[in-house]
């Protein structure tokens, strides 16, 4: 008996040994070190049934969404997925059920330094688990199909794996290669594919050298691959822990430092070169750029991080990056609000910055900006001699900046666009701040900025020109006017005014701040927290109320905004998301408004980078 039990002991050790050597190594333990850039799904089944769980997913497959959603796919499978399987010969359900295990796209340098001739190379990597006879038969046919079409195919055999190689016309869509292999003379040599499998695994890539270095891996070999690189193995210590769904990694350094010798600037000196604009914008400090996604019960979220030490961050990375103090909504945001930031930026410091930036990018930028400075203070002067733009705007800006919006009082796509906001920035002496802003303001206007008294405090109204002069007949253009106050240590904009005495009267105590939202302080706990120098929140239960009031009171309006929006026509015959989508089908808002909850956002910046991260906790309705 005691045989009997050890035997079967040893049978499940060796079953579950067998099954641990049969599995398909990660992303990173197959990439080559080369990699620019990486977008890996490490487990896709894993990934299918947490967006099933998601309440995108539900919302779309809720009854009272049935009308719209039947009517949409009927469309979608007749004008777009009927056509494309004709044209490629294949049943797109097919392929999409191999997605099994990883999934992963990148792009390796594959010797790409800018010079002509050479180009970066795209790898796919597909891992079918127990799909990997449906794989073959796939394969098979997609192989016979290009024969069958006239195109010359080959096998190859690459470290012990056999590929089949296909080669494509030069004006082929084969993403990133050509358009990156073009050089001087703006030529580009044919597009080749290397498809082969390797037990369950798909392997494709556009570069023998590239699909050779994951075969390699594949039986053994000891090439350099991606987790060996060190930065990489840097962020996937700090960024791709717990699991991730999926995850991203951009070699930012390698990229930009090619970039940076491939283009030398204007001989004329009119136009920086690329490595003067790389420094400008803050990219030549970049080492990585990474991202993660996860799920819990609790929740979504997505992580960024830019990995910029602070010893090389300039330009924009450098007038971007948040001081850590306290970033809370502050008492006068009121709850009704639907969207809000605070952005703990130090003003003068982002000053100084940015002309540092645009000397080094062009010094007649910088020489246009202050003779307009020379000539708003001459002309302020002569009713006020001591007006001085740098020293009563410039030099008063503090650090604090804070936006915050309503829902537009109207349901059309037009209100969509016209939310009621208020912009306030933190001012040293926020008197002298405003009264610079809207000096300079009725310079720009061309009148007199008008002011009242309202609880203590002027309200200035700038009315800003109307434009351009109406056709014979046609009505005048509304006025449109500007509104600014000083209150609270803040200077406050907005083109709204009740906005502006909403924030006046906000000390009232009949206001019911923002910070007192159920959930907001624990889930400002998954970004961070609110002091870290950068906080955000949407409120998309009521964003997606007006959008659904939208789309519903203008269909037409509303497909034809998409339509614009999405660029390309979505189907072969020239169908596009306007013919898709009647919005007029959707459900009334409060049908489906358990799916809706809101989001925040966090950022913070340390030695090594800058962070940002997004949650949306799950909506209660959904627990």
Not at 1 to 20: D, N, R
Not at 94 to 114: C, E, R, V
Not at 280 to 298: C, D, I
Not at 505 to 531: F, W
């Amino acid at each position: 008996m005691k045989l009997k039990i050890h035997a079967v002991i040893v049978a499940a050790c060796l079953l579950v040994a067998a099954s641990v050597s049969a599995a398909i190594p990660s992303a990173e333990n197959l990439l080559p070190s080369d990699t620019l850039a990486m977008f890996t799904v490490p487990d896709y089944s894993t990934l299918s049934a947490s967006w099933h769980r998601s309440p995108q997913y539900l919302l779309w497959e809720d009854p009272a969404m049935k009308p719209f959603h039947d009517d949409f796919m009927a469309k979608w499978n007749t004008k777009f997925m009927a056509p494309l399987e004709q044209s490629l010969g294949i049943k797109v359900s097919d392929y999409f059920s191999m997605l099994q295990g990883q999934f992963t796209l990148a792009i390796t340098q594959n010797g790409w330094d800018g010079s002509d001739g050479t180009s970066p190379a795209m790898l796919l990597l597909l891992d079918a688990k127990d799909k990997s006879d449906l794989l073959a038969s796939n394969l098979a046919d997609l192989k016979q199909q290009w024969k069958n079409s006239g195109k010359p195919v080959r096998t190859v055999t690459i470290q012990d794996i056999k590929f089949s190689v296909v080669s494509f016309p030069s004006n082929a869509p084969m993403p990133f290669a050509s358009a990156m292999a073009k050089g001087a003379n703006g030529t580009s040599s044919s597009n080749t594919l290397y498809i082969g499998q390797f037990k369950s695994l798909l392997i494709a890539g556009t570069s023998m050298k590239a699909v050779e270095g994951v075969a390699a891996h594949l039986n053994g070999g000891a090439n350099p691959t991606l987790v060996q690189n060190a930065q990489f193995a840097s962020d996937q210590l700090s960024q791709f822990h717990n699991a991730p769904l999926y995850y991203g990694w951009f070699n930012a350094k390698t990229f930009f430092s090619v970039l940076a010798g491939m283009q030398s600037g204007d001989s004329s000196g009119l136009m920086p070169s690329m490595n003067s604009l790389l420094l400008a914008s803050g990219a030549g400090g970049l080492k990585s750029v990474s991202f993660s996604y996860h799920e819990s019960h609790e929740g979504s979220q997505i992580e960024l991080f830019a990995a910029a030490p602070e010893t090389a961050r300039r330009g924009l990375l450098k007038i971007l990056t948040a001081d850590s103090k306290d970033a809370n909504p502050p008492p006068f945001v009121p709850a009704d609000a639907i969207q809000f930031f605070r952005w703990r930026v130090d003003g003068q410091r982002s000053w100084d910055e940015l002309e540092k930036t645009l000397t080094s990018l062009s010094p007649g930028a910088i020489g246009y900006i202050n003779s307009l400075i020379l000539m708003a203070n001459a002309t302020a002067q002569q009713q006020n001699p001591s007006f001085d733009l740098r020293k009563d705007l410039i030099g008063n800006l503090g650090d604090d900046w804070i936006k915050f919006s309503k829902a537009p009082p109207g349901r059309t796509l037009a209100d969509l666009n016209a939310q009621p906001y208020l912009f306030l920035f933190a001012a040293n002496n926020p008197d002298q701040a405003i009264f610079a802003l809207k000096t300079v303001g009725g310079m720009m206007s061309g009148g007199t900025p008008q002011s009242r008294d309202f609880l203590g405090r002027k309200i200035y109204t700038i009315t800003l020109p109307s434009g351009r002069t109406p056709a014979a007949g046609a009505p005048a253009a509304p006025k449109r006017s500007i509104y600014c106050t000083a209150s609270g240590g803040y200077v406050a904009i907005t083109t709204d005014v009740s906005m502006i005495e909403n924030y006046l009267r906000s000390n009232d105590g009949k206001t019911k701040p923002l910070n007192v939202t159920p959930g907001l302080v624990e889930a400002a706990q998954h970004v961070g927290g609110m002091g870290n120098g950068l906080f955000g929140y949407q409120n998309q239960r009521e964003s997606a109320r007006v959008l659904f009031s939208a789309l519903k009171n203008d269909p037409a309006s509303a497909a034809m905004a998409f339509n614009s929006l999405s660029g390309l026509p979505v189907a072969p015959s020239g169908g596009s998301l306007r013919d898709l989508a009647n919005f007029s089908l959707l459900p009334d808002y409060g049908a489906v408004a358990k799916y809706f909850s809101f989001t925040v956002y966090g950022g913070s910046s340390s030695a090594n980078g800058l962070d940002l991260k997004i949650f949306e906790p799950r909506p209660p309705g959904l627990n």
